[in-house]
């Protein structure tokens, strides 16, 4: 049986989303984006990651502001053997060995940047990855970098995400707490739904539900039978 000549396609509901987000973008020019303090943050991979669902990740750059709404994150908590710590701490790693709120970037099979951020006490290795977020301000600055994209596809997907925000090597050991340059923040407060799945595209501890995301934002990278959560809840939930 043929499909229905009206049901949604992916170039369907690529446009529908870039139109609706380039619309609140001109009704919100500039968003009150208050900088997360190193005292807001949770102490531990997986509370982390479960937090920075909702939280802004902005860029200022001479050309002008980029900042999206971060939509998907995965936590590599302690001991986890897929995680860069893993092996203790290295020249390469020690990023994720400071404490949390700290920049961890590194180039993914010589093609893409990924930008993580540390997430235990000092010295106690593990991060967190941020695998997405929803452009919102300088959209013209990360389609310049990304020519040619739907908006969806700006930053859907952690190397996405760094090559539209303009993130690199250079970036690794920075302080995301300064409210400067690279830096993360915060506009609603309280609580925030959250759904929790297994990370995307590991060959070990595949089990484990470790990655975070915003139900029903068409922003979130993977599948999309990913978007539905299993374990959806708007708490903390279990500790892993």
Not at 14 to 26: E, P, Y
Not at 181 to 197: A, K, R, S
Request: charged share 25%; proline share 9%.
């Amino acid at each position: 049986m043929n499909a229905p000549t009206d049901a949604p396609t992916d170039a369907k509901l690529d446009a529908k989303t870039d139109a609706k987000t380039k619309a609140q973008c001109m009704r919100k020019p500039s968003l009150p984006i208050i900088p997360l303090s190193r005292d807001d943050l949770p102490v531990g991979a997986t509370q982390l990651a479960r937090f920075m669902i909702g939280k802004y990740l902005v860029h200022d750059v001479p050309e002008g502001r980029m900042s999206g709404r971060i939509v998907e994150t995965e936590a590599y908590p302690v001991g986890d053997s897929t995680s860069h710590a893993f092996i203790g701490r290295r020249p390469h790693n020690g990023s994720m060995f400071l404490a949390p709120g700290y920049a961890y970037v590194r180039l993914t099979y010589g093609l893409s940047y990924m930008l993580n951020m540390s997430a235990e006490a000092e010295d106690v290795g593990a991060g967190i990855l941020i695998r997405a977020v929803e452009p919102l301000e300088g959209l013209p600055l990360m389609e310049a970098r990304r020519p040619g994209v739907p908006l969806r596809d700006l930053a859907r997907g952690p190397g996405r995400l760094t090559v539209a925000l303009g993130i690199g090597q250079s970036f690794d050991g920075r302080d995301l707490c300064t409210g400067r340059d690279l830096w993360i923040g915060v506009i609603e407060t309280g609580d925030v739904p959250v759904g929790v799945t297994t990370r995307i595209g590991l060959s070990r501890e595949m089990h484990r539900p470790l990655r975070f995301f915003e139900p029903g934002s068409a922003f979130v990278s993977g599948p999309r039978k990913l978007l539905v959560a299993p374990h959806a809840d708007l708490g903390d939930g279990p500790q892993i």
